[in-house]
């Protein structure tokens, strides 16, 4: 089923945008998308190591676009992936108060890729 193929190629262009936004420049992301004007060498490491997960993770996706054997595994990571994320947002709103807009669509983003993700993983090939 082609559905499967271009979801996996989808959810690698969306995090790989994600990533490099994290970690080209994370002064620059931190300062104009969190509004944090100064951030320390420790952050800057975390955001680069951050990039780079989510690149092989996307890496896997695009392979597996093209895998058939792998293909549902990957769907899968993809449903997993982004609820881990979004399990960790929503006890940091509840723990830390809400985050800056664009973290907020982040959780939107994640909610909503939930349930589709798995939706096409249960799809027959």
């Known amino acids: ?33 969190l509004n944090i004007p100064e951030i320390a060498v420790d952050f800057s490491h975390i955001l680069r190591a951050v990039m780079c997960l989510y690149i092989a993770l996307g890496l896997f996706w695009l392979f597996s676009a093209f895998s058939y054997e792998y293909r549902n595994m990957a769907v899968l990571t993809t449903t997993i992936f982004s609820g881990g994320l979004v399990t960790g947002r929503i006890i940091s709103i509840f723990t830390d108060g809400w985050p800056s807009p664009i973290l907020i669509i982040y959780i939107v983003l994640e909610i909503v890729l939930v349930p589709i993700s798995y939706w096409i993983y249960k799809l027959p090939e």
């Open 1 to 33: 089923m082609k559905i499967k193929k271009y979801f996996l190629i989808f959810a690698f262009i969306a995090i790989s945008v994600i990533a490099l936004l994290y970690g080209i420049s994370p002064s620059w992301f931190a300062y104009n998308l």
